[in-house]
């Protein structure tokens, strides 16, 4: 069975970087599909933040600007994502998945100093 | 960006009857439009996805249906365990975009 799990800090401090792994077990990342991050902030709201690929190739939302990167180790199937400068508004539950079906559980973040 | 809009950010409904969850999108999508059901503490969960396609162990009360940029999400006999917020997301361009969330309750 396909299982996503996310890891990492659950606070960061304003403007240092917030960084995510995602482990996956049952799929390898580099066999199909687009492998997503996507956030949910307080009070709920949906947000699709970027995508690596099978093939490695990444698209980002553009909201975020340069402050994202999402990176992989084929190695131990896992994806990374990494979201710069913080501020207490990329506070929120974030998610790894694979394009739509299967999701993690979620990992919340808080920002604040 | 493409906008995803619920109209509706609440219903309650009677246990065993019919609802029908709205999304209309800014642009036209051609289908490529998913529908997710989310429990209080738990990551979203697919139901549907190509606007009509129910995933594999979604009970068949739950239907889709829409083209261009008007959806609709209807579940029929309306069970307790529907409680839910469900939501729409375009996969059609990026950046993907959700709708809003329709809380659903029991009336």
Known sequence: ?113 | DIQMTQSSSYLSVSLGGRVTITCKASDHINNWLAWYQQKPGNAPRLLISGATSLETGVPSRFSGSGSGKDYTLSITSLQTEDVATYYCQQYWSTPYTFGGGTKLEIK
């Open chain 1, 1 to 113: 069975d396909v299982q996503l799990q996310e890891s990492g800090p659950g606070l960061v401090k304003p403007s240092q970087s917030l960084s995510l792994t995602c482990t996956v077990t049952g799929y390898s990342i580099t066999s199909d599909y687009a492998w997503n991050w996507i956030r949910q902030f307080p009070g709920n709201k949906l947000e699709w933040m970027g995508y690596i690929s099978y093939s490695g190739s990444t698209s980002y939302n553009p909201s975020l600007k340069s402050r994202i990167s999402i990176t992989r180790d084929t190695s131990k199937n896992q994806f990374f994502l990494q979201l710069n400068s913080v501020t207490t508004e990329d506070t929120a539950t974030y998610y790894c998945a694979r394009r739509l079906d299967y999701w993690g559980q979620g990992t919340s973040v808080t920002v604040s100093s």
